[in-house]
């Protein structure tokens, strides 16, 4: 299928109607909902800023006493939960932005273990400048570790693409073309959820999960990466600038024009989408009605007489 077919163009959606055009403003309260609970996690990181904060009075009064063990464990204590809340507010960031599909993949780095481990660090240093034993001080850290977890939860890990090996493939070259590729999808879900047109929503919702049944297609047999390169590196880019573009540009100021020439990019879209899934199962089916002939050709040859 040819580009022109397709209508996978920025042209089609970057030329503005006609001047005069009536335009509505309205609120896109479910993408707006969606950066929200994306977001949200990220300001929990405040309360590892906030909560230590009398530590910062007990240092202060060992630093004036001249107690400079009180002062060591008070002060480290601060620095260890402050250094939590920087690792949690980062893993969190990065967490969000990657289910807004602003950036591809998740950071190698486990921030929010790391935050829990600093986290129990700075319990048990808080709970020996309090005196305790240390068995006291660290059941204090095991607690503030198993808070941390509660609270914030675990790091946020990507599902796995699992490969089927098949000779004479590049099984590391077709993981990256998956992985932007998902990247891609979540892209497109996250304009999609900014839009204000429920029907837009839908149907963009609809192209995603084709998408999602394609790459998992590919997963399956990655020999298909080949056969589907026009849909990994034409029609799926395509479908993700103009689904950002419109949500740039349309995504509050609606004209019915654009909006009648989006909907039928979409149109074209879920249909080009279609297509090359078609054609991927179609091919799996003929393999598998080769590969039983073929077999049934040799158990009538070599079977018993």
Do not use: C
């Not at 002060?75 to 250094?83: D, E, K, P, R, Y």
């Not at 920087?86 to 780095?109: F, M, S, T």
Request: aromatic letters at 6%; hydrophobic letters at 45%.
């Amino acid at each position: 299928m040819k580009r022109q077919q397709t209508g996978l163009s920025l042209d089609a959606v970057s030329r503005i109607a006609a001047p005069g055009a009536p335009k509505r403003w309205t609120s896109p309260l479910s993408g707006a909902l969606r950066r929200g609970r994306a977001w949200a996690p990220a300001t929990k990181a405040a309360a590892l800023f906030v909560l230590p904060a009398p530590l910062a009075l007990a240092a202060l009064a060992a630093l004036i006493a001249g107690d400079l063990v009180e002062f060591g464990l008070s002060g480290g204590a601060l620095a260890s939960v402050w250094t939590a809340g920087a690792l949690a507010w980062r893993g969190a960031v990065a967490e969000a932005r990657y289910l807004l599909g602003e950036q591809p993949n998740l950071p190698r780095i486990p921030f929010k273990l790391l935050s829990a481990t600093t986290t129990a660090g700075g319990a048990t240093l808080a709970a020996f400048a309090g005196d305790h034993t240390a068995a006291s001080a660290l059941v204090f850290g095991g607690l503030g570790a198993a808070g941390h977890l509660a609270f914030f939860g675990r790091d946020l890990r990507p599902p796995r693409i699992r490969i089927t090996t098949v000779d004479g493939v590049d099984a590391g070259a077709v993981r990256r073309q998956l992985e932007q590729a998902y990247g891609r999808l979540r892209r497109i879900e996250s304009a999609a959820l900014s839009l204000t047109v429920p029907e837009f929503r839908e149907r963009l919702g609809r192209v995603t999960r084709i998408g999602r049944d394609v790459l998992a297609e590919i997963e399956h047999d990655p020999r298909d990466a080949v056969r589907a390169r026009r849909f990994l590196n034409l029609y799926l880019e395509s479908a993700e600038q103009i689904a950002l573009e419109y949500a740039r540009t349309n995504g509050r100021l609606r004209e019915p024009q654009v909006e009648e020439r989006f909907g039928r990019l979409l149109g074209e879209m879920e249909r080009t989408f279609t297509e090359q899934h078609r054609r991927l199962t179609e091919r799996d089916l003929l393999s598998l009605d080769v590969d039983m002939e073929v077999l049934d050709a040799r158990l009538k040859q070599h079977g018993p007489e």
